[in-house]
Each structure stands twice: as structure tokens, then as C-alpha cells.
């Protein structure tokens, strides 16, 4: 795996998430599970589109997952998401994940990518329109 070391994290941009990754997210070698990152990158991926739809959303497609470099305990994980693409009912966030790991500096490193797509629901959970938004654009 090619490393990606950064002395900062993404300028100008704020975290969707942060999270620690803690000994339960764990197998016994202390690497993190890679489904708790994926679950972790939905989570903050669906944030963003909450928003975008102004309710409630659902996954529908993974499109793109990339695990970079592996996360240990007591990463600390910055989650970064920007929609790419809005639809009728459909939105695509593309997501980054980054890796805080201090020993005697903090090293950071960029962990994961992921691109997925989101579907506004209504309240019986089918497909709604995204409400119209002048001023946002995707």
C-alpha cells in the first residue's frame, strides 16, 4: 500500500465525524475491523445527505470503498463528506477518512475512500424528490 502522510488535515474543510477507534473495533492484533470503518464512512456519508434531503435518507449503493492504510486502536478518524452528484430522489457523497495517530507527533494519514449513494425516503420509506434548493450546487 502506497503511503499517504499528511502534516494537516484537509484544509477548509470541516469533519462530518470524529471518531476513536476503541479495543472493541478490534481483532486481537489491534487492527480495526474493516467493517466497523465502513459502517463509521455510511454514517457520515448519510449525514451529509440527511441534509442535502432534508430527511430521511437510506444507503442504496456502496459504489467505491478503498481501504488505503489499516486503522489501530486509538485512531483517532476525521470523516470528511461532499456531495458529488444530486438526483430526482438520489444523492452520491463521496467520503474520506483520515487517521490522527500520536506517538511522540501526530502523523496523519489518509485511510480510506469511499463513494455512495443515498435515497430521500418518505415516511412509509419510498423513494420522495429532494426538496429544490436555488442556492446549493451539486
Not at 488535515?9 to 469533519?15: A, E, M, R
Not at 485512531?75 to 470528511?80: A, H, N, R, V
Request: hydrophobic content about 40%; overall charge neutral; some cysteine.
Amino acid at each position: 500500500m502506497p503511503s499517504e502522510h499528511h502534516t494537516n488535515l484537509p484544509q477548509g474543510k470541516i469533519p462530518q465525524m470524529r471518531v476513536v477507534a476503541m479495543p472493541s473495533d478490534a481483532n486481537m492484533h489491534g487492527d480495526v475491523f474493516g467493517g466497523w470503518i465502513m459502517s463509521q464512512v455510511d454514517l457520515a456519508g448519510a449525514v451529509c445527505a440527511t441534509r442535502r434531503a432534508n430527511g430521511r435518507v437510506v444507503t442504496v449503493a456502496v459504489n467505491s470503498f478503498l481501504f488505503k492504510q489499516p486503522v489501530f486502536v486509538g485512531d483517532l478518524l476525521s470523516i470528511y463528506a461532499d456531495i458529488v452528484k444530486a438526483g430526482r430522489t438520489s444523492i452520491t457523497v463521496n467520503v474520506e477518512c483520515y487517521a490522527e495517530r500520536s506517538q511522540l507527533e501526530t502523523d496523519i494519514v489518509k485511510v480510506t475512500e469511499a463513494t455512495l449513494t443515498y435515497v430521500a425516503t418518505d415516511d412509509q420509506r419510498r423513494p420522495r424528490l429532494l426538496p429544490h434548493i436555488d442556492s446549493v450546487t451539486n
